[in-house]
């Protein structure tokens, strides 16, 4: 439902408002994920922070266990595009994501891409498709216990890489300001990226996640001189 609202505020802003994109202007994006889940999921564009809890209880036949987790999750993507054309975009993604459960693992990751979109412009709304995808790299150290009952924290580094694609509708709330409504999908891969401090062991990992995204641009105009 609030979804549909957004939908319906965004539609209506953008048949209200005449502005439109500017040929040569630089911009600067960022946006939120309108759904929850998918922690270790490097989305790109995602910007903000998550805590949660977590109690699991296990019943066995002459016992029961409890475990707590508390999680902290941040990611911060800034993207700078250029308006190549009134209709069409290009630019690049960057993101920095951190996810950690309290006394037990941390994971860190950073990666930077491109993207292009297209917009079409249909009686002041404009609907647009997008494809961006990019590279990053993934660290996690975990506490572990060993058989002997000592500690010790595993390392495990990643290559990864990421395709997604996205479509929706944007509205310009100011001349410079632009507010974005889409359905995003995006694959993340993860791979061992075979460095001497990783595990010995080898992995992939394919994690998909698609859902709606809301992403707010700042549009820098040219400076227009005198005719």
Not at 73 to 94: C, H, I, K, N
Not at 165 to 194: P, R
Request: proline share 3%.
């Amino acid at each position: 439902m609030k979804f549909v609202k957004i939908l319906f505020v965004l539609v209506f802003t953008t048949t209200c408002l005449a502005a439109q994109n500017e040929k040569g202007s630089f911009f600067a994006e960022t946006g939120v994920k309108l759904f929850g889940g998918g922690d270790y999921i490097n989305f790109m564009g995602k910007t903000g922070i998550s805590f949660n809890k977590t109690n699991s209880v296990y019943y066995h036949p002459n016992s029961t266990s409890e475990y707590k987790h508390s999680t902290f999750s941040w990611s911060v993507a800034p993207r700078v595009g250029y308006q190549l054309f009134e209709s069409v975009a290009v630019g690049l993604d960057f993101q920095a994501f951190g996810y950690s459960m309290k006394d037990y693992s941390r994971y860190r990751n950073s990666s930077a891409g491109i993207f292009i979109r297209k917009e079409f412009e249909i009686n002041r709304i404009l609907p647009f498709i997008e494809l961006s995808g990019g590279l990053g790299r993934a660290n996690e150290k975990t506490n572990e216990t060993a058989p002997s009952g000592g500690k010790y924290t595993s390392t495990r580094i990643s290559d990864l890489h990421y395709f997604s694609g996205a479509t929706g509708i944007s509205a310009f709330i100011k001349e410079n300001f632009k507010v974005s409504l889409s359905a995003k999908f995006q694959n993340t891969i993860e791979k061992d990226s075979k460095k001497p401090d990783s595990m010995a062991n080898d992995y992939k990992f394919s994690n998909i996640e698609l859902g709606p995204f809301l992403s707010v641009a700042y549009i820098f105009k040219r400076n227009k001189s005198n005719k």
